[in-house]
Nanobody, 126 residues
Framework: QLQASGGGLVQAGGSLRLSCAAS????????MAWFRQAPGKEREFVASFRWSGGRTYYADSVKGRFTLSRDNAKTSMYLQMNSLKAEDTGVYYC?????????????????????WGQGTLVTVSS
């Protein structure tokens, strides 16, 4: 199971750090990602970490502002969000692909992930 937290209301230009805690497993042998869903829109890719190769990928809209990381014990992953904009508003979901079977091109699609957190709401006021 995944439990996302850390969302809230923040002014444009501010920062938030989202957390995703794992229970029953670790983030050691999986691909992991953050997606978000704005009101009235489809869920979209934000960032991911690939188990094979250890690389992190970001949507163009968040590149340079958001950072995905995990703790050394691999029981939590994070999304540090800086320089937030009104268009970053939405419900943020953490997700894992375990075992890590999704091919590289599939990581941007929600169908590439097996387990999802419940979502945490981020509201950025302009």
């Amino acid at each position: 199971q995944l439990q996302a937290s850390g969302g809230g209301l923040v002014q444009a230009g501010g920062s938030l750090r989202l957390s995703c805690a794992a229970s029953g497993h670790t983030f050691g042998n999986c691909n992991m990602a953050w997606f978000r869903q704005a009101p009235g829109k489809e869920r979209e890719f934000v960032a991911s970490f690939r188990w094979s190769g250890g690389r992190t990928y970001y949507a163009d809209s968040v590149k340079g502002r958001f950072t995905l990381s995990r703790d050394n014990a691999k029981t939590s992953m994070y999304l540090q969000m800086n320089s937030l904009k009104a268009e970053d508003t939405g419900v943020y979901y953490c997700a894992v692909d375990m075992p890590p079977l999704t091919i590289l091109s599939g990581q941007y699609d929600t169908r590439g992930y097996d387990y999802w957190g419940q979502g945490t709401l981020v509201t950025v006021s302009s």
